[in-house]
């Protein structure tokens, strides 16, 4: 392969995620996440659906959801600044059971999961997004259950290229993207930078955002190649609380815990390496991660305030071998991914004042009278061994069959550094509630888990236009460091000490999933249908008491999701086009009973509206040169907010309205409007101390900008 061909292979595999539609795949498509290379689309028996690098460019996302939520059943909600919880198949949730990936490369190791992952890269200024649904453990292991986020970088231009583009909006926003690079020889490169300030439109909100990425390709023979990836992100942000109604309606910018914050810091370093013949590939990746983290939590601080700072490093390689015969199409795959993980844990419980306001709402604020108490100091390091399987066959000409298996080994290897590492109770500060909490301690130990992830999928092409998949999936997730080694607030020593011994009972969460589908397209018209039913056992949740608000995590029984999804791409004329997404589920508790406690089987989970919807229409008349006009409706239906089904949000619709007009050779401007007609609505909803509370969605927020290239 020469390196001109070379070249034009790595545009190619950057731009994978381009699609016919604004977010629908069609068979012509190929895909990078579903089988960790690029495969054609129709082939890969998995619901992947795309956001390609156009459709960044134009929409440029001030949060993640203004993309995400235009994805067949997938609804991320706005928790401050770029914060976020997900729902895809899966009730909206903070619990790892996505993998977030840039490149292919997990963005944190299972160990230190955090479900905020999404702020942790640069997405405006990516090559586009691919959101593969269901589980993908066979290829990826812990974590793949609901499914994966997988963030591309931008390809480096073929010559010299500069863009820079400046924002401004509602509630002191401001944004500065600039992006540029060059190739030379067999070396091309590009930079972006990405710098983000908001005030926050409620008191006390305020955000910043420093991110950056940089990629190098080099062609090291006519047919290697060497791509290098460096990113970072730091974040600063304060949190915002939940509201009471009578807040919500009527004082709706307010921030009940103004003391909160968030600060972070993400580096990652990536040397992809890859030799292709016509027949072989080989693929080793090594990378290096750092994280870390100072929080007070705004979620705590009803039940179990307290500060922290965690942190973590990773060593890690992913490797693979693959192999081509002409026999039947024949493709054998076999990798091994390495993950080493030391990290850290160093935590205080803080006092606070506790005080109702003229609504009824809970004030809370920082008692400095009393000193913070250190309750957790540990050191712990996550291991990963993991040997993969992948098989693919055609006995047909029309059908594809693909089948994987893949071996998880971890381990946590932990040291307690509090008070000499010995096991036992301590106490915290006083909480918001009478006594002071306690906090058990477990020894210096380690803890293993181990499984085996198959997979087993066909596709069949009925035309070439239309193709249809089934699948079959087992997935797991080991539970997080967090989970293991940092207990709840206890009322006496004794509790928190056997809950502190039971947490290294936890089991890993298994998954069973079956699903099938269609793609197709013909005449301007492009098309996806998928159907699944998935059964979780031994489901990792977290029981809130609804009068203390203590949560405790328990391995709890079996959970049923359940659901249908659909999109729609349409060329309605020659300057109209429509793109509609609609997901339809119900997530349920089958066996779910916390001893001694409470009884929810047979009741639909919390979080889990059955109706999710989306749909755009936009207008791009050739008076505008490539600009276009863009109305958005996202309909989001009802939801329980607790476990006993006792409590409903009654949903919501929002109109989001964009444009963007290229007004002279390498010059554009673009404005949108989120939220247009102003509606009061929710993010999150949930039930605390038995009455409702919200997490107060962004009401009408503009945004304008403009943007050069040269």
């Known amino acids: ?15 994978s995620v381009a699609s016919a539609a604004e977010t629908l795949p069609v068979l012509g498509e190929v895909s990078v996440t579903a089988t960790r290379e690029a495969r054609p689309l129709g ?17 440029r996302p ?19 600044g770029e914060g976020h919880s997900t729902a895809i198949r899966q009730p909206l949730t903070t619990a790892a059971v996505y993998l977030y990936l840039e490149d292919g490369i997990p963005t944190r190791s299972t160990g230190f999961f955090n479900h905020n992952a999404l702020y942790e890269i640069n997405v405006p200024q990516s090559g586009g997004l691919e959101v593969s649904k269901g589980p993908g453990s066979a290829l990826y292991g812990s974590d793949a259950i609901g499914g994966t986020i997988n963030v591309l970088t931008r390809t480096p231009p073929a010559g010299p290229e500069f863009e820079l583009g400046g924002e401004a909006g509602s509630h002191g926003w401001g944004r500065v993207l600039a992006s540029g ?26 955000y910043d955002r420093r991110a950056g990425t940089l990629r190098w390709d080099r062609a090291l023979a006519d047919d290697a190649m060497l791509k290098t990836v460096v990113s970072f992100s730091t974040v600063d942000q304060q949190h915002v609380g939940n509201l009471n109604d009578a807040e919500f309606q009527r004082a709706p910018r307010s921030n009940n815990i103004p003391f909160s914050f968030r600060e972070v810091d993400a580096f990652r370093l990536s040397a992809a390496f890859e030799r292709e013949s016509d027949t072989t590939l080989l693929s080793v990746t ?16 009803s039940y179990d305030p307290n500060q922290y700072v965690t942190e973590n490093q990773s060593f890690g390689f992913l490797s693979k071998y693959r192999m081509d015969f002409a026999p039947l199409r024949a493709r054998l795959i076999v990798g091994l991914d390495v993950d080493y993980s030391p990290g850290s844990r160093d935590e205080d419980s803080i006092a606070l004042t506790r005080t109702t306001n003229a609504l009824g709402g809970t004030t809370y604020s920082l008692n400095r009278a009393v000193a913070p108490v250190q309750i957790y100091q540990y050191d712990v390091t996550f291991r990963g061994i993991s040997p993969y399987l992948h098989g693919e066959i055609s006995p047909l000409e029309r059908l594809r069959v693909t089948a994987g298996l893949r071996y998880d080994d971890m381990q946590y290897d932990y040291t307690n550094t509090f008070n000499g590492g010995a096991a036992g109770a301590t106490q915290g500060v006083a909480g918001p509630f009478p006594g002071n909490g306690w906090y058990g301690h477990v020894a210096s130990t380690k803890v293993d ?8 999928g066909a596709t069949w092409a009925f035309t070439e236009q239309l193709s249809g998949f089934v699948a079959y999936s087992n997935a797991f997730r080991a539970p997080s460091e967090g989970q293991v080694f940092r207990g709840s607030r206890e009322s006496s020593a004794a509790r928190a000490q056997a809950q502190a011994e039971s947490l290294l009972k936890l089991k890993p969460v298994v998954v069973d999933s079956f699903e099938t589908g269609l793609r197709g397209s013909a005449d301007g018209l492009s098309y996806e249908l998928s159907v699944y039913h998935m059964t979780k056992k031994d489901d990792i949740v977290s029981f809130q008491d609804p009068v203390t608000n203590q949560r405790t995590a328990v391995n709890a029984g079996e959970t049923l999701h359940r659901g249908v999804e659909a999109g729609l791409g349409l060329a309605l004329a020659r300057d109209w086009r429509l793109d509609a997404s609609l997901s339809y589920a119900k997530h349920s508790y089958e066996t779910w009973v916390v001893s001694g406690t409470a009884d929810f ?23 505008m040169n490539g600009g276009r006009v863009q109305l958005e409706w996202f309909s989001l239906g009802s939801y329980w907010r607790d476990a006993a089904n006792t409590s409903k949000y009654g949903g919501h619709d929002l109109f989001n309205l964009r444009a963007n007009y290229p007004f002279a050779k390498g010059f554009e401007a673009y404005a949108s409007v989120t939220n247009l007609f102003d509606r009061r609505h929710a993010e999150t909803s949930s039930l605390s101390s038995g009455e409702a509370s919200y997490t107060a969605g962004l009401p ?10 040269w």
């Open 286 to 301: 090594p990378y290096f991660r750092d994280n870390r983290m100072k929080i007070i939590p705004n979620w705590t601080v």
């Open 62 to 80: 001030a949060h993640p959801k203004d993309v995400l939520n235009q994805v067949p059943g997938v609804w991320i909600s706005n928790l401050s």
């Open 449 to 456: 888990y181990s499984r085996f992830s198959p997979k087993l």
């Open 181 to 206: 690079g060059n190739a030379h020889g067999d070396d091309a490169w590009r930079a972006s930078l990405n710098l983000t300030h908001s005030d926050g439109w409620q008191h006390d909100a305020g």
């Open 700 to 709: 009408r927020t503009v945004y304008a900008g403009l943007h050069a290239k």
């Open 1 to 15: 392969m020469k390196h001109t061909q070379l070249a034009i292979l790595i545009a190619a595999l950057g731009a």
């Open 43 to 59: 082939e890969t028996p998995a619901t992947v659906s795309a956001v390609k690098e156009e459709t960044l460019a134009a929409t």
């Open 601 to 623: 089987s047979g009741k639909e989970m919390e979080s889990a509206p059955r109706l999710l919807a989306n749909t755009r229409l936009s207008y791009a008349p050739a008076a």
